[in-house]
Structures are given as structure tokens and as C-alpha cells.
């Protein structure tokens, strides 16, 4: 089965880190833009972070600039998502989605979900909390 898988979720108190990463299950990720998007409680979804799929180009959202870093190793074939000075409000599920690169221009449209995504993963859940 073709499907996206997230690990590393879990609880931190404010101001600590955790590293999310996202692998696939049955195919690789080099021709993917991989994005990691968010959902809270009674919220919408809320793209996060995006990286194209050679790595060269990243998107943030602004409420986790300079906190949050995409990156992603093609020979591990994993998409991580490093997180510092973690914050409540960045309680969410976080999942993981692919998207096979001709089918955006700009990364922005990934993160912007203005795009159907190829694959999602199930989420993992952080929570932020002392």
C-alpha cells in the first residue's frame, strides 16, 4: 500500500524541540514536493512548512519562521521536520503529504493546499504543554 507514514509526535513543554519525520511506505520521494501542514482542535488546516523535491526551495508559514526547519535526505528517503522553541498554540496533529513536483510551479502552492496532494499521511500528534 502507497501511503506517507510520520514519526517522532509526542508531548514537550514550551520552549522545547522535537523532530517530526515523514517516510514513505512502497515508493520513493525523489520526484515528490513534500509539505507538512497542522490541524488544531476546532481549526481549519494550516500548511507549516513545504520543501521542493530536489530541496532547493523551502516555504514557512510566519508563525513558525525561525523556529521550524524543513529538510529532507532523498537517499534516507525521509522528509524531517525540525521543531525549537516550541509554543502551545503549535498543539496539532501533523500530517505529512507528497505531491509530484510538474504538478506545481511555486512551493507556495503546496503549502497554500492549492493543490490536490498524491499522498497524505495519518498524522502524528505533538502537544505543547507544561
Known amino acids: 500500500q502507497l501511503q506517507l507514514v510520520e514519526s517522532g509526535g509526542g508531548l514537550v513543554q514550551p520552549g522545547g524541540s522535537l523532530r517530526l519525520s515523514c517516510a514513505p511506505s512502497?515508493?520513493?520521494?525523489?520526484?515528490?514536493?513534500i509539505g507538512w501542514f497542522r490541524q488544531a482542535p476546532g481549526k481549519e488546516r494550516e500548511g507549516v512548512s513545504c520543501i521542493s523535491s530536489r530541496g532547493i526551495t523551502t516555504n514557512y508559514a510566519d508563525s513558525v519562521k525561525g523556529r521550524f526547519t524543513i529538510s529532507r535526505d532523498n537517499a534516507m528517503n525521509t522528509v524531517f521536520l525540525q521543531m525549537n522553541n516550541l509554543k502551545p498554540e503549535d498543539t496539532a496533529v501533523y500530517y505529512c503529504?507528497?505531491?509530484?513536483?510538474?504538478?506545481?510551479?511555486?512551493?507556495?502552492?503546496?503549502?497554500?493546499?492549492?493543490?490536490?496532494?498524491?499522498?497524505w499521511g495519518k498524522g502524528t500528534l505533538v502537544t505543547v504543554s507544561s
Open positions: 512502497g515508493f520513493t520521494l525523489d520526484d515528490y514536493a
Open positions: 503529504a507528497a505531491v509530484l513536483r510538474y504538478r506545481i510551479s511555486r512551493i507556495q502552492q503546496m503549502c497554500a493546499q492549492n493543490v490536490g496532494m498524491n499522498y
